[in-house]
T-cell receptor, first 115, second 113 residues
Framework: ETGVTQTPRHLVMGMTNKKSLKCEQH?????MYWYKQSAKKPLELMFV???????ENNSVPSRFSPECPNSSHLFLHLHTLQPEDSALYLC??????????????FGSGTRLTVV | QKEVEQNSGPLSVPEGAIASLNCTYS??????FFWYRQYSGKSPELIMS????GDKEDGRFTAQLNKASQYVSLLIRDSQPSDSATYLC?????????????FGKGTRLSVIA
């Protein structure tokens, strides 16, 4: 496996379900991110983990719960979602802390539909 | 609040022409600039980065940066139908902590054969 992998690629869930999105990076990066992409909106930053510590929670509802057990893995736990939460959820990773940024590498995303 | 502005398009150009995509940003201390390409239903892919004023060329792509005007652009020469996608501009500060990338809404490019 190379780059950033996300599973599942597609997810349909009911409003009462609990599910988790998984992200794994194989690049040796030390920071990982969750972004939400809805139609006709810019990428919305949800969570940032740097060296396994959450450094930013961008006013995300508590029905989204991130988990970063180590620098290579990132999860997004979902429960009691709303239909407006339907979107493309993107994971990204980067190497931080060197005073220079080479950009993020994105995973292929999870297309989430809440019914 | 840091903002990145792009014309949402669509920008339509004929095959073989030069496509010019523009981006302005509000935060004067922004130091690193990126262009991502996103095909419909796919994730963003980094295609260019630029850190200093002037032009940077990579194949058919040229990124141009003017920090005084807070303006960054992407030129695509000899545009191909396969270049049809949404192009996202992203900016970030040089920092010692962790400041995430700020993305624009993207410009949709359509290259017509």
């Amino acid at each position: 496996e190379t780059g950033v992998t996300q599973t599942p690629r597609h997810l349909v869930m009911g409003m009462t379900n609990k599910k988790s999105l998984k992200c794994e990076q194989h690049l040796g990066h030390n920071a990982m991110y969750w972004y939400k992409q809805s139609a006709k909106k810019p990428l919305e930053l949800m969570f940032v983990y740097s060296l396994e510590e959450r450094v930013e929670n961008n006013s995300v509802p508590s029905r989204f719960s991130p988990e970063c057990p180590n620098s290579s893995h990132l999860f997004l736990h979902l429960h009691t979602l709303q239909p407006e939460d339907s979107a493309l959820y993107l994971c990204a990773s980067s190497q931080e802390g060197t005073g220079f940024n080479y950009g993020y590498t994105f995973g292929s995303g999870t297309r989430l539909t809440v019914v | 609040q840091k903002e990145v502005e792009q014309n949402s398009g669509p920008l339509s150009v004929p095959e073989g022409a030069i496509a010019s995509l523009n981006c302005t940003y509000s935060d004067r201390v922004s130091q690193s600039f990126f262009w991502y390409r996103q095909y419909s239903g796919k994730s963003p892919e980094l295609i260019m980065s630029i850190y200093s004023n002037g032009d940077k060329e990579d194949g058919r792509f040229t990124a141009q940066l003017n920090k005084a005007s807070q303006y960054v652009s992407l030129l695509i020469r000899d545009s191909q139908p396969s270049d049809s996608a949404t192009y996202l501009c992203a900016v970030i500060q040089l920092y010692s902590g962790n400041t995430p990338l700020v993305f624009g809404k993207g410009t949709r490019l359509s290259v017509i054969a």
